[in-house]
């Protein structure tokens, strides 16, 4: 083979090398010897098959090994943060702009201490932190409000449910009037039936189509959402509710005051 051929057999493999092996490009990878490197990584590459497949289909949620990874790193983080918070004349002017909140990280509990946290009920004896804040619209039958006083017995055995047994705070119940015409009792779409068991004596459950939107907002314990919607599901003057979570994941501040993510 002549030199020129040999030269052009080169230039050849050097371009489909970029094209499929994606190397970079710089002059000394037309080299023979990078060349015969290329046209043997297009011969001897295998096409995507059973083990990527595989791969893809592992499942998205963390292994222990990665919650625990996560829990070193974001205590090295807090850690971090203890040391660098004193003395630091940065952290001081970031302070006075209100980039860093103003608290005494040394004084904030450990993070197991809070993911494994068992609350009591009572929002007045359990901590502060650990809660999500969440919305929940109820309708409540007509015929169970008959008057103000019918509706503020109803709201206050509720607060109470929430503030001493699912250890809530910040609790606000506001009576909401009807989103179409504005009125104090809301028309809906379709009769609906009451929730709860059905009373004794009588043959089915009856239906409604008039009821009282009351919205609750209110921070909570994750784990105290399915007790309250199991409250609701057996209370009779309930025909409906939907519930909101609005907060996501504990990451700012205000939402969970003792980690201050």
């Avoid at 002549?2 to 190397?23: D, I, K, N, W």
């Avoid at 909140?101 to 993070?111: C, F, I």
């Avoid at 006083?149 to 001493?164: G, T």
Wanted: aromatic share 12%; charged share 25%; glycine share 6%.
């Amino acid at each position: 083979m002549s030199l020129a051929g040999a030269l052009s057999l080169c230039g050849f493999c050097g371009f489909f090398g970029l094209a499929f092996v994606g190397m970079p490009s710089q002059p000394g990878l037309r080299s023979p010897l990078l060349c015969e490197e290329a046209a043997a990584s297009l011969v001897t590459r295998h096409a995507r098959g059973p083990k990527v497949n595989a791969r893809r289909s592992v499942s998205p949620f963390y292994s222990n090994e990665d919650r625990e990874r996560l829990a070193r790193l974001r205590q090295e983080k807090r850690e971090y943060a203890r040391e660098f918070s004193q003395n630091s004349t940065w952290v001081r002017e970031q302070t006075k702009m209100g980039n860093i909140p103003q608290a005494d990280l040394t004084k904030l509990p450990a993070l197991q201490d809070i993911y494994d946290r068992k609350f009591t009920g009572d929002a007045d004896v359990d901590p502060i932190g650990g809660r999500k804040r969440y919305l929940y619209y109820i309708m409540f039958k007509q015929p169970a409000i008959p008057n103000a006083v019918a509706m503020k017995k109803i709201v206050a055995d509720y607060w109470y449910f929430l503030k001493k047994k699912m250890s809530c705070r910040d609790i606000k119940i506001t009576p909401r009037k009807s989103p179409v015409d504005n009125f104090p009792v809301t028309t809906l779409e379709y009769e609906m039936k009451e929730y709860g068991e059905i009373p004794r004596g009588q043959m089915g459950k009856n239906k409604y189509q008039k009821a009282y939107m009351v919205e609750f907002k209110f921070k909570a314990p994750v784990s105290a959402t399915q007790y309250i919607q199991k409250k609701l599901y057996s209370d009779n003057n309930v025909i409906r509710f939907m519930a909101l979570s609005l907060t996501r994941s504990f990451t700012h501040v205000g939402e969970d005051n003792e980690l201050l993510l």
